[in-house]
Protein backbone atom coordinates (compact mmCIF):
# COMPACT_ATOMS: atom_id res chain seq x y z
CA UNK A 1 0.00 0.00 0.00
CA UNK A 2 0.90 3.40 -0.52
CA UNK A 3 -0.08 6.17 2.10
CA UNK A 4 2.56 8.47 2.79
CA UNK A 5 0.46 11.18 2.79
CA UNK A 6 -2.17 9.48 5.30
CA UNK A 7 -2.16 10.44 8.62
CA UNK A 8 -2.11 7.16 9.71
CA UNK A 9 0.00 3.88 10.44
CA UNK A 10 0.25 1.38 7.39
CA UNK A 11 0.42 -2.07 8.93
CA UNK A 12 1.41 -4.53 6.07
CA UNK A 13 3.82 -6.90 7.70
CA UNK A 14 3.27 -9.69 10.25
CA UNK A 15 6.08 -8.31 12.49
CA UNK A 16 4.14 -4.76 12.39
CA UNK A 17 0.94 -6.13 12.69
CA UNK A 18 1.86 -7.79 15.94
CA UNK A 19 3.31 -4.51 17.10
CA UNK A 20 0.51 -2.94 16.61
CA UNK A 21 -1.50 -5.22 18.36
CA UNK A 22 0.86 -5.16 21.51
CA UNK A 23 -0.10 -1.83 21.48
CA UNK A 24 -3.34 -1.61 21.03
CA UNK A 25 -3.93 -4.99 23.50
CA UNK A 26 -3.53 -2.56 26.07
CA UNK A 27 -5.94 0.21 25.36
CA UNK A 28 -9.84 0.60 27.13
CA UNK A 29 -11.15 0.53 23.53
CA UNK A 30 -10.25 0.85 20.39
CA UNK A 31 -12.48 1.95 16.94
CA UNK A 32 -13.13 -0.77 14.13
CA UNK A 33 -14.32 -0.38 10.57
CA UNK A 34 -13.89 -2.77 7.61
CA UNK A 35 -13.20 -2.54 3.97
CA UNK A 36 -14.21 -5.56 1.66
CA UNK A 37 -14.41 -6.37 -1.57
CA UNK A 38 -17.83 -8.42 -2.49
CA UNK A 39 -19.05 -6.08 -5.49
CA UNK A 40 -15.95 -6.72 -7.21
CA UNK A 41 -14.49 -10.24 -6.15
CA UNK A 42 -16.46 -13.78 -4.88
CA UNK A 43 -15.88 -15.12 -2.63
CA UNK A 44 -15.77 -12.03 -1.07
CA UNK A 45 -12.92 -11.21 1.62
CA UNK A 46 -12.04 -8.67 4.06
CA UNK A 47 -9.15 -6.36 2.63
CA UNK A 48 -8.41 -3.33 4.74
CA UNK A 49 -9.31 -3.36 8.59
CA UNK A 50 -9.33 0.49 9.86
CA UNK A 51 -8.32 0.40 14.13
CA UNK A 52 -8.22 3.77 16.18
CA UNK A 53 -7.04 4.70 19.37
CA UNK A 54 -6.95 7.54 21.30
CA UNK A 55 -4.40 9.30 19.52
CA UNK A 56 -3.34 7.10 16.66
CA UNK A 57 -5.12 5.39 13.34
CA UNK A 58 -3.72 2.09 12.44
CA UNK A 59 -4.89 0.47 8.54
CA UNK A 60 -4.05 -2.86 8.18
CA UNK A 61 -3.52 -5.18 5.00
CA UNK A 62 -4.70 -8.94 6.16
CA UNK A 63 -3.85 -9.55 2.47
CA UNK A 64 -0.33 -9.05 3.62
CA UNK A 65 -0.20 -10.34 7.01
CA UNK A 66 -0.19 -14.27 6.93
CA UNK A 67 -1.58 -14.45 10.63
CA UNK A 68 -4.18 -12.51 12.03
CA UNK A 69 -4.81 -14.41 15.52
CA UNK A 70 -4.09 -11.95 17.71
CA UNK A 71 -6.79 -9.39 16.43
CA UNK A 72 -8.97 -11.92 17.31
CA UNK A 73 -7.82 -11.66 21.08
CA UNK A 74 -8.36 -8.23 21.28
CA UNK A 75 -12.06 -8.59 19.24
CA UNK A 76 -12.63 -10.92 22.23
CA UNK A 77 -11.14 -9.01 25.20
CA UNK A 78 -14.25 -8.26 27.76
CA UNK A 79 -12.12 -5.34 29.30
CA UNK A 80 -11.64 -3.60 25.80
CA UNK A 81 -14.85 -1.94 24.20
CA UNK A 82 -15.10 -2.09 20.51
CA UNK A 83 -16.61 1.01 18.87
CA UNK A 84 -18.30 0.24 15.86
CA UNK A 85 -20.60 2.04 13.25
CA UNK A 86 -23.81 -0.49 11.62
CA UNK A 87 -21.88 -2.89 12.75
CA UNK A 88 -23.80 -6.24 11.58
CA UNK A 89 -21.79 -7.13 8.48
CA UNK A 90 -18.52 -6.00 9.89
CA UNK A 91 -19.42 -8.63 12.59
CA UNK A 92 -20.65 -11.07 10.23
CA UNK A 93 -17.58 -10.82 8.26
CA UNK A 94 -15.28 -11.26 11.04
CA UNK A 95 -16.47 -14.44 11.40
CA UNK A 96 -16.93 -15.39 7.83
CA UNK A 97 -13.20 -15.11 7.76
CA UNK A 98 -11.38 -15.94 10.54
CA UNK A 99 -13.85 -16.72 13.30
CA UNK A 100 -13.24 -13.67 14.95
CA UNK A 101 -16.11 -12.36 17.64
CA UNK A 102 -16.59 -9.57 19.56
CA UNK A 103 -17.47 -9.70 23.18
CA UNK A 104 -18.32 -5.86 23.98
CA UNK A 105 -19.21 -3.50 21.69
CA UNK A 106 -20.94 -0.09 21.33
CA UNK A 107 -22.55 0.34 18.11
CA UNK A 108 -22.93 4.25 17.29
CA UNK A 109 -25.40 3.50 14.63
CA UNK A 110 -27.80 1.56 17.54
CA UNK A 111 -26.66 4.51 19.71
CA UNK A 112 -27.56 7.23 17.19
CA UNK A 113 -30.91 5.78 16.69
CA UNK A 114 -32.40 5.78 20.45
CA UNK A 115 -31.39 9.12 20.74
CA UNK A 116 -33.61 9.60 17.97
CA UNK A 117 -31.47 10.40 14.89
CA UNK A 118 -33.30 9.79 12.03
CA UNK A 119 -30.51 9.70 8.94
CA UNK A 120 -27.96 6.78 10.63
CA UNK A 121 -25.01 6.74 8.18
CA UNK A 122 -21.66 7.55 9.66
CA UNK A 123 -21.20 10.72 7.81
CA UNK A 124 -24.66 12.19 8.65
CA UNK A 125 -24.54 11.20 12.33
CA UNK A 126 -21.03 12.60 12.77
CA UNK A 127 -22.00 15.67 11.20
CA UNK A 128 -26.08 16.15 13.34
CA UNK A 129 -23.39 15.03 16.24
CA UNK A 130 -20.27 16.79 16.84
CA UNK A 131 -20.34 18.85 13.27
CA UNK A 132 -17.71 17.29 11.24
CA UNK A 133 -17.40 16.28 7.82
CA UNK A 134 -15.61 13.69 6.53
CA UNK A 135 -15.63 11.94 2.98
CA UNK A 136 -18.02 9.76 0.73
CA UNK A 137 -17.35 9.71 -2.09
CA UNK A 138 -19.61 6.93 -4.01
CA UNK A 139 -16.41 6.62 -5.79
CA UNK A 140 -14.59 5.18 -2.92
CA UNK A 141 -18.17 3.23 -1.41
CA UNK A 142 -17.62 1.06 -4.54
CA UNK A 143 -13.91 0.62 -4.67
CA UNK A 144 -12.04 -2.42 -5.20
CA UNK A 145 -10.28 -2.59 -1.68
CA UNK A 146 -8.47 -5.92 -3.30
CA UNK A 147 -6.28 -3.92 -5.67
CA UNK A 148 -2.71 -2.57 -4.52
CA UNK A 149 -1.20 -0.42 -4.30
CA UNK A 150 -4.24 1.68 -2.59
CA UNK A 151 -4.34 5.56 -3.16
CA UNK A 152 -3.85 7.92 -0.99
CA UNK A 153 -6.84 9.31 -1.37
CA UNK A 154 -8.43 5.09 -0.08
CA UNK A 155 -7.16 5.52 2.52
CA UNK A 156 -7.62 8.52 3.84
CA UNK A 157 -11.41 7.58 3.14
CA UNK A 158 -10.91 4.93 5.31
CA UNK A 159 -8.90 6.20 8.03
CA UNK A 160 -11.78 8.97 8.72
CA UNK A 161 -14.46 5.91 9.39
CA UNK A 162 -12.92 5.35 12.65
CA UNK A 163 -10.66 8.51 13.36
CA UNK A 164 -13.91 10.65 15.14
CA UNK A 165 -15.29 7.17 16.83
CA UNK A 166 -14.68 8.09 20.14
CA UNK A 167 -15.48 11.60 20.30
CA UNK A 168 -18.97 10.11 18.88
CA UNK A 169 -19.39 7.29 21.39
CA UNK A 170 -18.87 9.72 24.26
CA UNK A 171 -21.00 12.14 22.57
CA UNK A 172 -23.98 9.58 22.20
CA UNK A 173 -22.88 8.11 25.69
CA UNK A 174 -23.79 11.20 27.12
CA UNK A 175 -27.10 11.68 25.30
CA UNK A 176 -28.13 8.28 26.50
CA UNK A 177 -27.11 8.49 30.07
CA UNK A 178 -29.47 11.97 29.52
CA UNK A 179 -32.65 10.30 28.21
CA UNK A 180 -32.33 7.18 30.27
CA UNK A 181 -31.50 4.48 27.29
CA UNK A 182 -27.83 3.36 27.66
CA UNK A 183 -29.39 -0.16 28.91
CA UNK A 184 -31.65 -0.38 26.01
CA UNK A 185 -28.31 0.28 23.78
CA UNK A 186 -25.96 -1.97 25.74
CA UNK A 187 -28.53 -4.97 25.46
CA UNK A 188 -28.93 -3.95 21.70
CA UNK A 189 -25.30 -4.08 21.30
CA UNK A 190 -25.13 -7.48 23.18
CA UNK A 191 -27.75 -9.47 21.09
CA UNK A 192 -25.40 -8.09 18.23
CA UNK A 193 -22.02 -9.64 18.68
CA UNK A 194 -23.91 -13.13 18.45
CA UNK A 195 -24.62 -12.50 15.33
CA UNK A 196 -22.96 -15.29 12.88
CA UNK A 197 -22.42 -15.35 8.76
CA UNK A 198 -24.36 -18.00 7.67
CA UNK A 199 -23.43 -19.35 4.80
CA UNK A 200 -26.86 -19.95 1.90
CA UNK A 201 -28.17 -23.35 1.70
CA UNK A 202 -28.02 -24.68 -1.69
CA UNK A 203 -30.83 -26.33 -2.27
CA UNK A 204 -32.87 -23.43 -0.61
CA UNK A 205 -31.53 -20.52 -2.80
CA UNK A 206 -33.63 -21.22 -5.50
CA UNK A 207 -36.49 -20.87 -2.91
CA UNK A 208 -34.88 -18.04 -1.78
CA UNK A 209 -34.60 -16.55 -5.31
CA UNK A 210 -36.66 -13.13 -5.67
CA UNK A 211 -39.48 -13.76 -8.25
CA UNK A 212 -39.01 -17.80 -8.24
CA UNK A 213 -42.30 -17.80 -6.29
CA UNK A 214 -44.51 -17.65 -9.11
CA UNK A 215 -42.30 -20.35 -11.34
CA UNK A 216 -44.10 -23.78 -11.24
CA UNK A 217 -42.25 -27.14 -10.43
CA UNK A 218 -40.57 -27.23 -13.85
CA UNK A 219 -39.64 -23.72 -13.81
CA UNK A 220 -38.30 -24.10 -10.76
CA UNK A 221 -35.88 -26.90 -11.86
CA UNK A 222 -34.50 -24.62 -14.74
CA UNK A 223 -33.58 -22.20 -12.28
CA UNK A 224 -32.26 -24.67 -9.93
CA UNK A 225 -29.88 -25.64 -12.72
CA UNK A 226 -29.11 -22.02 -13.81
CA UNK A 227 -28.08 -21.15 -10.30
CA UNK A 228 -25.64 -23.89 -9.92
CA UNK A 229 -24.32 -23.27 -12.83
CA UNK A 230 -23.97 -19.30 -12.14
CA UNK A 231 -22.11 -20.44 -8.64
CA UNK A 232 -19.73 -22.58 -9.71
CA UNK A 233 -18.50 -20.30 -12.96
CA UNK A 234 -18.69 -17.17 -10.74
CA UNK A 235 -16.06 -19.33 -8.31
CA UNK A 236 -14.05 -20.04 -11.21
CA UNK A 237 -13.70 -16.32 -12.40
CA UNK A 238 -13.73 -14.62 -8.87
CA UNK A 239 -16.72 -12.57 -9.27
CA UNK A 240 -19.67 -11.88 -7.71
CA UNK A 241 -22.84 -13.12 -9.12
CA UNK A 242 -24.32 -10.38 -10.41
CA UNK A 243 -21.06 -9.59 -12.19
CA UNK A 244 -21.78 -13.14 -14.31
CA UNK A 245 -25.26 -13.32 -15.08
CA UNK A 246 -27.89 -10.85 -13.90
CA UNK A 247 -30.61 -12.34 -11.70
CA UNK A 248 -33.45 -10.64 -14.14
CA UNK A 249 -31.98 -12.97 -16.65
CA UNK A 250 -31.93 -16.12 -14.98
CA UNK A 251 -35.54 -15.61 -14.29
CA UNK A 252 -35.88 -15.03 -17.79
CA UNK A 253 -34.85 -18.24 -18.79
CA UNK A 254 -36.57 -20.07 -16.52
CA UNK A 255 -39.91 -19.10 -17.56
CA UNK A 256 -38.89 -19.63 -21.36
CA UNK A 257 -35.77 -21.88 -21.38
CA UNK A 258 -35.98 -22.39 -25.41
CA UNK A 259 -35.26 -18.57 -26.02
CA UNK A 260 -32.69 -17.76 -27.90
CA UNK A 261 -29.66 -17.08 -25.65
CA UNK A 262 -28.19 -14.31 -27.80
CA UNK A 263 -31.81 -12.50 -27.69
CA UNK A 264 -31.64 -12.76 -23.65
CA UNK A 265 -30.95 -9.32 -22.36
CA UNK A 266 -28.50 -9.27 -19.64
CA UNK A 267 -26.28 -12.06 -20.77
CA UNK A 268 -23.97 -10.37 -22.67
CA UNK A 269 -21.02 -12.94 -23.20
CA UNK A 270 -23.01 -15.99 -21.94
CA UNK A 271 -25.53 -15.26 -25.08
CA UNK A 272 -22.79 -16.72 -27.22
CA UNK A 273 -19.87 -19.02 -27.97
CA UNK A 274 -18.71 -21.74 -25.32
CA UNK A 275 -20.22 -19.85 -22.53
CA UNK A 276 -23.70 -20.09 -24.52
CA UNK A 277 -22.88 -23.64 -24.93
CA UNK A 278 -22.31 -24.51 -21.06
CA UNK A 279 -25.58 -21.91 -20.53
CA UNK A 280 -27.47 -24.46 -22.52
CA UNK A 281 -26.48 -27.44 -21.32
CA UNK A 282 -27.33 -25.97 -17.47
CA UNK A 283 -30.93 -25.37 -19.16
CA UNK A 284 -31.33 -28.39 -20.37
CA UNK A 285 -30.24 -30.08 -17.44
CA UNK A 286 -33.17 -28.53 -15.80
CA UNK A 287 -35.46 -29.01 -18.16
CA UNK A 288 -34.72 -32.86 -17.93
CA UNK A 289 -34.61 -33.08 -13.77
CA UNK A 290 -37.52 -33.55 -11.86
CA UNK A 291 -40.01 -30.93 -11.23
CA UNK A 292 -39.14 -29.16 -8.13
CA UNK A 293 -41.89 -28.64 -4.96
CA UNK A 294 -41.72 -25.84 -2.82
CA UNK A 295 -41.16 -26.48 0.56
CA UNK A 296 -44.29 -26.40 3.00
CA UNK A 297 -44.36 -23.62 5.28
CA UNK A 298 -44.67 -24.30 9.02
CA UNK A 299 -48.27 -24.12 10.13
CA UNK A 300 -49.82 -23.19 13.61
CA UNK A 301 -53.36 -23.55 14.19
CA UNK A 302 -56.07 -22.17 11.60
CA UNK A 303 -57.61 -19.29 12.67
CA UNK A 304 -61.66 -19.25 11.84
CA UNK A 305 -63.50 -16.54 10.33
CA UNK A 306 -63.90 -14.42 13.03
CA UNK A 307 -60.78 -15.18 15.02
CA UNK A 308 -58.94 -13.45 11.58
CA UNK A 309 -61.00 -10.01 11.65
CA UNK A 310 -60.29 -10.22 15.58
CA UNK A 311 -56.80 -10.30 14.64
CA UNK A 312 -57.16 -7.97 12.09
CA UNK A 313 -59.03 -5.40 14.55
CA UNK A 314 -55.87 -6.09 17.37
CA UNK A 315 -53.13 -6.18 14.89
CA UNK A 316 -54.20 -2.07 13.96
CA UNK A 317 -54.58 -1.31 17.99
CA UNK A 318 -51.13 -2.82 18.83
CA UNK A 319 -49.20 -0.64 15.49
CA UNK A 320 -51.28 2.51 16.85
CA UNK A 321 -49.73 1.66 20.14
CA UNK A 322 -47.04 1.29 19.01
CA UNK A 323 -46.63 4.34 16.72
CA UNK A 324 -47.94 6.61 20.00
CA UNK A 325 -45.00 4.96 22.06
CA UNK A 326 -42.39 6.05 19.41
CA UNK A 327 -44.26 9.72 19.39
CA UNK A 328 -44.30 9.91 22.95
CA UNK A 329 -40.18 8.72 22.99
CA UNK A 330 -39.65 10.78 19.84
CA UNK A 331 -38.20 7.41 18.24
CA UNK A 332 -38.68 5.03 15.00
CA UNK A 333 -41.89 3.09 16.78
CA UNK A 334 -40.26 0.37 15.07
CA UNK A 335 -37.12 0.08 17.98
CA UNK A 336 -39.71 0.16 20.28
CA UNK A 337 -41.53 -3.64 19.80
CA UNK A 338 -40.93 -6.37 17.47
CA UNK A 339 -43.33 -6.63 14.87
CA UNK A 340 -43.30 -10.44 14.68
CA UNK A 341 -44.71 -10.08 18.05
CA UNK A 342 -47.39 -7.93 18.04
CA UNK A 343 -48.74 -9.99 14.56
CA UNK A 344 -48.38 -13.41 17.55
CA UNK A 345 -49.97 -10.87 19.80
CA UNK A 346 -53.01 -9.80 17.96
CA UNK A 347 -54.23 -13.91 16.79
CA UNK A 348 -53.72 -14.45 20.88
CA UNK A 349 -54.13 -11.50 22.91
CA UNK A 350 -54.29 -13.94 25.82
CA UNK A 351 -50.71 -15.00 25.76
CA UNK A 352 -48.91 -11.74 26.72
CA UNK A 353 -46.87 -13.49 29.74
CA UNK A 354 -45.79 -16.03 27.44
CA UNK A 355 -44.89 -13.49 24.46
CA UNK A 356 -42.62 -11.59 27.18
CA UNK A 357 -40.38 -14.40 27.35
CA UNK A 358 -40.26 -14.94 23.59
CA UNK A 359 -36.41 -14.18 22.14
CA UNK A 360 -37.68 -10.95 20.04
CA UNK A 361 -38.33 -9.11 23.17
CA UNK A 362 -35.85 -7.78 24.64
CA UNK A 363 -35.32 -7.06 28.29
CA UNK A 364 -35.56 -3.26 28.55
CA UNK A 365 -38.76 -3.50 26.42
CA UNK A 366 -40.28 -5.49 28.93
CA UNK A 367 -39.03 -3.11 32.01
CA UNK A 368 -40.49 -0.21 29.79
CA UNK A 369 -43.46 -1.47 28.01
CA UNK A 370 -44.92 -4.80 29.33
CA UNK A 371 -47.88 -2.69 31.59
CA UNK A 372 -48.70 -0.35 28.94
CA UNK A 373 -49.07 -3.43 26.41
CA UNK A 374 -51.47 -5.24 28.86
CA UNK A 375 -53.74 -2.72 29.00
CA UNK A 376 -54.01 -2.00 25.16
CA UNK A 377 -54.61 -5.79 25.07
CA UNK A 378 -57.38 -6.19 28.24
Same mark, same amino acid.
Given at each position: ???????????????????????????????? #?????????????????????????????????????????????????????????????????????????? #??????????????????????????? %?????????????????????????????????????????????? /???????????????????????????????????? #?????????????????????? /????????????????????????????????????????????? %????????????????????????????????????????????????? #???????????????????????????????????????????????
Amino acid at each position: MSGNAVNAKIVVSQARFERTIGKISSEPRIGI #DLESNGFFRYPERICLIQISTADQVFLVDPLSIEDMTLLGGVLADEKVEIILHSGDYDIRSLDRDWDFHISKLF #DTSIAAAFVGLERLGLGSVLEEMLEVI %IPKEKSMQRSDWTIRPLSDEALTYAAEDVRHLFRLRDALGEKLQEL /GRVEWVTEECERLTQIRYEPSDPEMTVFNFKGSRDL #DGYELAVLKSLLEYRESHALRV /GRPHFRVIPDMALLALATKPKSDLGKVRGLGMYGRGRLAAELREA %IERGMAADPLRRPPRPQGRRLSRDEREAAGTNLTKLKAWRVEQGKRLSL #DPGLLWPMVSLQRLSRFPNTLEAELESPEVRRWQRAEFAESLKQVLS
